[in-house]
């Protein structure tokens, strides 16, 4: 781990908060609300979520460079927003939000699935990807993995490549990341 890596782990085992019993009993919520507000900190964990997609000083299309292409940047509902558009902006791609159903205007593609606490479904326009598109998705918590597994089933679904899934924070003990061994896992904080 290098210098700058360590400094990031600090601060992120700092700025993100845990709040017991939210949203439910028996859930310890992680709040990254803390890492946000401090601008220093949210553009280490940005530049830390593009920086494996991306080759020193090269752009996401610059293959002769080194680089890894990324074509489109997925960001899961909500807080996967937040860290996604930037990380896009970064690598120089475009923003795809998943979205919780009902909540996108066009025509979607949906599949539900298990959350640690209940089920949901998410949604995706269904020309939000070009057939052979790279993607990288982006999210706050790993966690039982049910969000990420059904984001990428909604990827494939369009005919588009998951290159890589980056993560700010991974629960380790709920082992989200075996519901999609063989794919790139990049994770900033394990606990």
């Given at each position: 781990m290098t210098k700058r890596q360590a400094e990031l782990t600090e601060l992120l085992k700092e700025r993100i908060r845990d709040i017991p019993d939210y949203p439910k009993p028996g859930i310890l919520f992680k709040d990254i609300t803390p890492l946000l507000a401090d601008q220093a900190t949210f553009g280490m964990a940005v530049s830390a979520l593009a920086a494996r997609y991306q080759a020193s000083g090269a752009r996401a299309g610059d293959a002769d460079q080194g680089a890894v292409t990324v074509d489109k940047v997925v960001g899961i509902e909500a807080?996967?927003?937040?860290?996604?558009?930037?990380?896009?902006?970064?690598?120089?791609?475009?923003?795809?939000?998943?979205?919780?159903?009902?909540?996108?205007?066009?025509?979607?593609?949906?599949?539900?699935?298990d959350l640690e606490y209940g089920t949901a479904t998410l949604e995706v326009h269904q020309d939000a990807f070009t057939p052979g598109d790279r993607v990288l998705i982006v999210d706050d918590v790993l966690a039982t993995g049910g969000t990420v597994r059904a984001t990428i089933d909604?990827?494939?679904?369009?005919?588009?490549?998951?290159?890589?899934?980056?993560?700010?924070?991974?629960l380790a003990f709920l082992q989200g990341r075996d519901r999609f061994s063989g794919h790139d896992l990049h994770v900033l904080l394990t606990v």
């Open positions: 807080r996967g927003f937040i860290l996604a558009a930037p990380v896009a902006y970064r690598l120089g791609a475009g923003f795809v939000p998943v979205r919780k159903k009902g909540k996108l205007p066009y025509h979607t593609h949906e599949t539900t699935y909604l990827v494939e679904r369009a005919e588009a490549q998951v290159v890589g899934i980056a993560i700010l924070l991974e």
